[in-house]
Structures are given as structure tokens and as C-alpha cells.
């Protein structure tokens, strides 16, 4: 029923400038905490910037200072904006949000609240001359 959907990704020259964008769709939802996460060639997944819903933001040491995450939750999305950029920032991107959403709950007869960790499918950043 959610979807987290990444956009922004492609090849950039060092020094080069992207804006990724993660748009969450789905019934009654609300993003609380959401991160961006990264994975290279040959390497673990790691985290690259969270943000919560109160707007505190916390950034890995390889991204300080050059990548911004920021929240629109009017357009229930997140946003990565990377300067800067190196070829060792080359990896596939993702967005992780903890979403409430609804749903029907055909016992109960109601609408209900749901909780859940969700992820994107992931957008490729290529950083190279």
C-alpha cells in the first residue's frame, strides 16, 4: 500500500551538484523518521543522512558539510541535495521512512493506524569524469 519511489540519480562530474527526491505515496500517511542510504560496488549499505519529524537531521562524516537532507511533508517526500560530489559518493541510493499509513481492517470494520519501516527501490549516482 506504501511506496517510496527515488528520483534524481544519474552521472555527474566530480565537483557536481544532485538533488535526489523521495516521494512516499499511500492511504493516510505520515513520514516520522526518514534517512537516505547508500550502497557502493563491493561494499555494506550504509547510512548517509536521517532526518525526524521535528527536523533534526544527523549526516554520516563523508557527507557533512555537502549533502542536506530536508523534508516536505506536504508532499510527503524527502529530499538528499549533494554538492561537491566525489567519485568514492558513486553508489545506489535509497530512502528509508517509518511511515504511519491506514488501511481497512476488514475484523475490526474500521479504518486503522499502521506502522512500518519502508524502503525505496533505490537511485544509481554515478560520479565520474
Known amino acids: 500500500q506504501v511506496q517510496l519511489v527515488e528520483s534524481g540519480g544519474g552521472l555527474v562530474q566530480p565537483g557536481g551538484s544532485l538533488r535526489l527526491s523521495c516521494a512516499a505515496s499511500g492511504s493516510g500517511i505520515s513520514i516520522e523518521t526518514a534517512g537516505w542510504y547508500r550502497q557502493a560496488p563491493g561494499k555494506e549499505r550504509e547510512v548517509v543522512a536521517t532526518i525526524t519529524k521535528t527536523g533534526t537531521t544527523k549526516y554520516a562524516d563523508s557527507a557533512k558539510g555537502r549533502f542536506t537532507i530536508s523534508r516536505d511533508d506536504a508532499k510527503d517526500t524527502v529530499y538528499l541535495e549533494m554538492t561537491s560530489l566525489k567519485p568514492t559518493d558513486t553508489a545506489v541510493y535509497y530512502c528509508?521512512?517509518?511511515?504511519?499509513?491506514?488501511?481497512?481492517?476488514?475484523?475490526?470494520?474500521?479504518?486503522?493506524?499502521?506502522?512500518?519501516?519502508?524502503w525505496g527501490q533505490g537511485t544509481l549516482v554515478t560520479v565520474s569524469s
Open positions: 528509508n521512512a517509518d511511515v504511519n499509513y491506514s488501511e481497512y481492517d476488514e475484523v475490526l470494520e474500521t479504518d486503522v493506524s499502521r506502522y512500518f519501516e519502508f
